[in-house]
């Protein structure tokens, strides 16, 4: 056996020792779900953790562990765990009603706060989920074009339906998802570049929409930025071909208005999740008027059919409402941010001392960890490693390795998703030192 797989091994024999109920219940779990998990990301060898609580910047497993969090519930939580103020609105809520099956004051509350956030929020439909709200937008932008093709850029995700689920992940070209027929797959183009994107819009006339996740694929792991998203609004703007920005994650965590709110770019079409329901079940798509107006009963024209058992029920009404209110002064956005940056710097200073071959690069509340890595140091926050090179920043996943890693982190009290993970605004700068320190015994334990 390698060093290295001997120092794996041995991260793992502390690990099963040190989490032993997660083990027991994993075990219950796998007689009943797939892999024993509700969700991909979830899935981790030799038995993931199970927490029993969580509050603030912290989770506690059922072994009693206190972990400094950076999941941020999957992206969904910019003000921590059980924030006081949004516990407090879906429990007054919970004793007024559930599901009325009804329309409520709460879901004109809640669309009132998104179109005063939202720059291109001129009107909305609420849904249940992200995939959800990508799902609605591409059917508008059929029904508005006439159109039926869908262009995306290679790495970025929309959720988990037949028509953008192909080159989320490598290999992004050649290879068929399963379960998606060929004839579902979109056309698919490299981030970063306007001369691709023009000639595929302009070679092909069946594409109707441009769709795009405006700071990079998985929240930056190949960052997008400004000057790419300028150029692709122009050049859909040119061949007249609408614009969705994918902000299901960038939504309230980059800027309150979002990432257009921060780049000052207004696409057609916005889809929003997670923070957007403060934590709880729920999307939106909005945009422009009249694409919105295909939901519309218009007697003589098309209109899209949607129906949805808990579109914009009352709980995460009350819960986005809060989270939406409590965004707007945009302290959370600048507190998660500052923190990030804070941990971006603090890790290359530690791999910088150690002369260490890993680097951390992202954006706003995002920290993204690249081991074996061979290029210039960061001077500032701006940095991109390899120029942004999609093959570079996201290569073939060594699975073992990035398990082993999850499982250190663990042994030293931080959950972080494998190599990328996100700040909150309930995080303390003492949370980002420990967790620093944290990531640091990880590498050092698997060296």
């Known amino acids: 056996m390698s060093q290295a797989a001997l120092a794996c091994s041995s991260v793992t024999e502390k690990f099963e020792k040190e989490f032993s109920t997660s083990r027991k219940l994993h075990e219950q779990a796998s007689e009943l779900f797939p892999h024993g998990v509700t969700h991909d990301l979830r899935y981790l060898t030799p038995f993931p953790i199970y927490v029993d609580r969580a509050e603030g910047a912290y989770k506690w497993d059922v072994d009693g562990h206190q972990l400094i969090d950076f999941w941020a519930g999957h992206g969904a939580l910019l003000l921590g765990h059980s924030h006081p103020e949004v516990v407090s609105a879906v429990q007054k809520q919970m004793a007024k009603a559930t599901h009325p099956g009804a329309c409520h004051e709460l879901e004109v509350e809640w669309g009132q706060w998104v179109q005063r956030l939202i720059p291109s929020a001129e009107r909305m439909r609420f849904v249940s989920s992200g995939t959800e709200a990508t799902l609605m937008a591409l059917r508008l932008c059929r029904i508005a074009t006439g159109k039926p093709k869908v262009l995306k850029f290679a790495g970025h995700f929309h959720g988990w339906h037949d028509f953008v689920l192909p080159a989320c992940d490598l290999p992004y070209r050649g290879a068929q998802t399963p379960g998606i027929p060929r004839h579902f797959e979109p056309v698919i183009v490299r981030p970063n570049d306007p001369d691709a994107v023009e000639q595929a819009l302009a070679n092909d006339p069946e594409i109707g929409c441009v769709i795009i996740e405006p700071t990079g694929g998985h929240f930056g792991q190949v960052p997008v930025r400004g000057p790419f998203l300028t150029a692709l609004r122009e050049i859909t703007e040119k061949h007249r071909r609408l614009l969705i920005f994918d902000e299901v994650i960038t939504g ?91 941990m971006r710097r603090q890790l290359n200073e530690w791999f910088a001392r150690r002369n260490l071959n890993w680097v951390a690069y992202g954006e706003f509340s995002g920290v993204k960890l690249l081991p074996n890595y061979d290029g ?18 996201e290569p073939e996943k060594n699975v073992p390795f990035i398990h082993a890693f999850r499982q250190a982190l663990l042994l030293n009290g931080v959950d972080m998703p494998g190599l990328a993970g996100m700040t909150m605004s309930a995080h303390s700068e003492e949370d980002i030192d420990r967790a620093v320190d944290a990531i640091g015994s990880a590498i050092e334990m698997l060296k």
Do not use: W
């Open 252 to 342: 309230f965590r980059v800027h309150p208005n979002g990432a257009q709110g921060h780049y000052g770019i207004k696409p057609d079409l916005t889809t929003m999740a997670k923070i957007l329901a403060g934590g709880l079940p729920g999307g939106c798509v909005a945009g422009r008027a009249d694409i919105l107006d295909f939901l519309t009963f218009r007697p003589g024209q098309p209109k899209m059919k949607h129906p949805g058992t808990f579109n914009a029920n009352p709980l995460s009404a009350a819960a986005g409402t809060t989270t939406l209110r409590l965004v707007s002064t945009g302290e959370p956005c600048r507190r998660a941010n500052e923190l990030g940056q804070r």
């Open 376 to 393: 210039p140091r960061p001077d500032d926050d701006t940095f991109i490693p390899y120029d942004g090179d999609p093959d570079r920043l």
